[in-house]
């Protein structure tokens, strides 16, 4: 019987499409660099679909100007897992995962990212190979414990760039308080931290430390439930829920100011994006729409920051209430990451009024000229409220219309920024 298989195997083999002939009708050329090192993982594939899907692996890194990846028994000790921004991910477009809402999983050989074609040309289940990146991962993990700072949270002692990947590995993060549901940050590749509720303040002062060297990972919180991780979401009364909506509006607007460099300047001018505390502490993100020729780009914001063409502040208004102007309908951008509105023109004092009000022209102006922190110290995000011993203060749900004598906002912008991520309002990017 294994006889007749090997005999109708070999058949079924010979009649199958060489790979020139594939890449010829893709208007391929057959002799790329490395091609010749990977051809045997096309020889041992054994139908059409498989060998299609190959050759198409080949063009799609051809028509991209990416290279052919080497053999995989070359490197299947190299590659590592990574973790990086969902926006990154979608930015860069090569091999991507979710990991948890926000964070996807990619893999990584001498520090790059792998595209996506890479894998097919190996001829393996991504699980296969996935799994030999986390082994790698495991084996460059030595038994060491986490470093408990003075302040009583951990941090992780490796400081490899691996560091935020090793979220990866449930062995390394679920025995620190496994009685409880600690919280997580990666600020970057090299730091993880960890620490109980009660000391959610302490892990968001010491992210705020690390994002004063730069290179912003994720600032938003994590948090272990049962088994799993997922995205913090603390809820007023909470005495963290501002500090922890701060750190994600931190992430978003990372990923707007990354997303206004791909934009097509024909499309239009990206609105700049700021952050300001409400009267309660409340951090609101603000898009700055200036009076001009071209379309403004606004994203999901709180508020917008309306400014005549001569810079004269005309006041914030809740951008959720832009649809009541269904003469200036927005038309969303076909750009990665965070959605944006493309608006034509600039309203008018009539139709200014049919939006709700945060905060007047003259609080505007306090806003637009006062204090900012120094550019060259930036300070860390910190807890806009209470600690967990005090009771606190009451707050708004959501942004409300607002007169001179109880406006919503504060006349100060938040200083807690990092310096690449702080803008006043009305001035560009």
Not at 61 to 80: S, T
Request: glycine share 6%; charged share 25%; with cysteine.
């Amino acid at each position: 019987m294994g006889l007749f298989n090997s005999l109708f195997g070999r058949r079924d083999q010979a009649n199958l499409p060489p790979l020139e002939n594939l890449l010829s009708a893709r208007e391929c050329p057959s002799e790329l660099p490395g091609l010749k090192a990977l051809r045997p993982e096309y020889d041992h594939l054994h139908s059409l679909l498989e060998r299609e899907g190959w050759a198409s692996a080949v063009d799609e890194l051809y028509r991209k100007g990416q290279e052919l990846p080497p053999p995989y028994e070359d490197i299947q000790d190299q590659l590592l897992p990574e973790l990086v921004p969902t926006w990154q991910a979608e930015r860069e477009g090569r091999w991507k995962r979710l990991f948890v809402e926000g964070l996807h999983q990619r893999l990584v050989l001498h520090g790059q990212a792998i595209p996506s074609p890479w894998l097919a040309l190996w001829a393996r289940s991504e699980a296969e190979i996935l799994e030999r990146a986390l082994d790698t991962l495991r084996a460059r993990t030595e038994a060491r414990a986490f470093v408990r700072l003075p302040s009583g949270i951990y941090r992780s002692p490796w400081n490899d760039a691996l560091d935020a990947a090793r979220l990866l590995l449930p062995e390394i993060w679920h025995p620190i308080f496994p009685d409880q549901s600690p919280f997580y940050t990666i600020p970057n590749a090299s730091v993880l931290l960890v620490a109980p509720q009660i000391l959610l303040p302490k892990l968001v002062e010491a992210t705020g430390e690390v994002m004063r060297e730069g290179a912003l990972l994720q600032a938003g919180l994590l948090q272990r439930v049962g088994d799993k991780l997922v995205p913090a979401r603390l809820q007023e009364p909470h005495p963290m829920a501002s500090p922890q909506k701060e750190l994600k509006q931190l992430d978003l607007m990372e990923a707007l100011r990354a997303q206004a460099l791909d934009i097509d300047p024909a499309l239009g001018l990206p609105a700049p994006v700021g952050m300001i505390r409400g009267a309660q502490g409340k951090p609101l993100t603000v898009a700055t729409w200036q009076e001009g020729d071209q379309p403004v780009l606004i994203p999901e914001v709180d508020l917008i920051a309306f400014i005549t063409r001569d810079s004269k502040p005309l006041g914030l208004y809740v951008r959720t209430t832009l649809p009541r102007l269904t003469e200036m309908r927005g038309e969303p951008l076909p750009v990665w990451g965070p959605r944006r509105l493309r608006y034509s023109g600039f309203p008018t004092s009539e139709q200014l009024a049919r939006l709700d009000q945060a905060v007047t022209p003259e609080q505007m102006r306090g806003l637009m000229e006062g204090p900012s922190a120094p550019a060259a110290s930036p300070a860390p995000p910190a807890p806009s409220a209470p600690t967990a011993t005090r009771p606190p203060a009451a707050r708004p749900s959501a942004p409300r219309p607002a007169t001179k004598a109880d406006g919503m906002v504060s006349t100060q912008p938040i200083p807690a920024l990092p310096a690449h991520l702080r803008d006043q309002l009305g001035k560009k990017d």
